[in-house]
């Protein structure tokens, strides 16, 4: 059965740390990796990986993909309040397949 | 770029009646836009996918005569709930996609709540 595991469920940080969201999966014809921010209404998309090993960059955060181990981790440096969210890492399987399955979500929250 | 809105942002109805929501694609053609549903506190659930000109394709356990789905122009679909049930409640997103890419833009959502 395919599925998409996000770990850890919730985090609680302060501002100023790193934290680390893990995402792994098993599915089928696996195409790419894409990680969603959704603070109180609809998911912000962040990253698209497609490639092992090579990690992609927005400011504070970063993703890296690795297809062997079949994870994907989504850092974010000097956390600030505005962090706080759920994550979604999701799976699109395949090049025909519109299906985009989505992990449970890390809740993470920063305090000041 | 790619901004995705839903009207109505929130809809309050009764038991038995009908409700559409409307995705649209502000400033970019979307071939295929996907309908999902979210619980509180879980995590997005594909419902259908629905690609212009054709049928939705709805995903396992989804009764496509309850959430119809039409997608009549490359900027818009509709999702409507007919004879809705308070177990119908629920916060509906809806995404688009860019003819050639992967990545899904998101709209705002809508709550449905059902007295």
Redesign the interface.
Known sequence: EDKVVQSPLSLVVHEGDTVTLNCSYEVTNFRSLLWYKQEKKAPTFLFMLTSSGIEKKSGRLSSILDKKELFSILNITATQTGDSAVYLCAVLQSYNNNDMRFGAGTRLTVKP | G?V?SQHPSWVICKSGTSVKIECRSLDFQAT?M?WYRQFPK?????MA?SNEGSKA?YEQGVEKDKFLINHASLTLSTLTVTSAHPEDSSFY?C?A?IAGR????????TRLTVT
Do not use: H, K, N
Request: proline share 5%; no cysteine; hydrophobic share 35%.
């Open positions: 790619a995705v295929t996907f879980q995590s997005l659930m594909l996918t394709t997103i995404s996609r992967y990545e899904q833009y998101f709209g705002p959502g």
